[in-house]
């Protein structure tokens, strides 16, 4: 049995990153070897089967990666992967996301889902969608690209011409349109979640812009979450099957929590820092007894 740990080599060229190595090292002072694994040195190859090589039934994964092809390839060569490929799967698109969460009453934003498209957003077809968004969201209203990361592929409309305008800019990417909430503007809470229990939470602030993430310029301060923020996190987590899943919320104006996204690969590295949880080791932690219940 040999244990990984997969990663973005194009996002990350040189080196793994920093939640990568603290996942290794968190195993290594529990006798156990991780190798950190770009996912682009490795190949799936489709040739009478399934095969990759470097891998067997026998090996576990921990997946730091939206790869779903490799994800799934692992899984159907019998390597166990955490979080699951259909977990990540459905974290990765915003729009699957919310749907699922949706399908459970989860209070989250108002959404809607555009309608998809081969080549381009166009505005003649696309029109009766974007007025519908108008009027059912109001202005300002966020775009979001069903796949992104650290809050790049989110942008804020403010009239009908920016939303027109974003919406081109799409192309045939798929995406979503939510109420803004000006409550939570520049602010969320995020609470990471491991094995059913929230191990640790903070609360992002950015002076600058909508958008909370640290790496957008975003200041990250320790946070304890209410009982109902707790709760709300390990039910989105229990819905989607994540075994491990950083939980963002927004607050409405009255202080009930809105669910934002659910991130299945969260890098651990601004709230370790920011609260002095070890979260890799929590992770580890919950992937080595499973382990050892097979």
């Known amino acids: 049995m040999a244990g990984y740990v997969i990663y973005n080599g194009f996002w990350n060229p040189g080196q793994p990153p920093d939640t990568v190595t603290r996942l290794v090292k968190a195993a290594e002072l529990r006798g156990i070897r991780l190798t950190p694994l770009a ?4 190949a799936v190859e489709l040739d009478g089967g399934v095969k ?9 994964v921990l997946f730091f990666d939206k790869d779903i092809r490799l994800a799934r390839a692992l899984e159907t060569i019998g390597v166990r992967v955490y979080n699951p490929a259909e977990v990540i799967a459905a974290c990765d698109d915003k729009a699957a996301t919310h ?17 998809m498209t081969y080549l381009n957003f166009d505005e003649s077809p696309g029109s009766a969608f974007l007025k519908t968004a108008a009027k059912k969201l ?25 939303l027109l305008s974003l919406s ?5 990417k798929p995406f979503i349109c939510q109420k803004f909430i000006s409550s939570s ?10 094995d059913g229990e929230p191990v640790a939470a903070m609360r992002r602030q950015s002076n600058s812009d909508f958008r909370a993430n640290v790496g957008l310029g975003a200041v990250a301060k320790p946070y304890s979450p209410t009982p109902e923020e707790a709760a709300l996190a390990v039910e989105c987590c229990k819905i989607l099957g994540a075994l491990f899943a950083g939980v963002d919320i927004l607050t409405e104006a009255d202080g009930s929590p809105l669910i934002c996204e659910v991130n299945s690969n969260a890098q651990v590295t601004a709230i370790t820092e920011c609260t002095g949880v070890d979260v890799a080791a929590a992770i580890i932690d919950m992937v080595l007894s499973r382990e050892k219940q097979r």
């Open 99 to 115: 749907l699922k969460l949706a399908a459970e009453g989860i209070p989250m934003p108002a959404t809607l889902v555009a309608p």
């Open 185 to 194: 503007a520049g602010a969320d809470i995020r609470v990471y979640v491991v």
């Open 138 to 162: 109001g202005f300002p209203l966020v775009v979001k690209e069903c796949y992104g990361s650290l809050g790049g592929q989110v942008y804020l409309a403010r009239d009908e011409d920016e």
């Open 168 to 172: 081109q800019k799409m192309k045939a």
């Open 52 to 60: 990759i090589h470097g891998f067997d039934a026998s090996d576990f």
């Open 39 to 42: 996912n682009t040195e490795t």
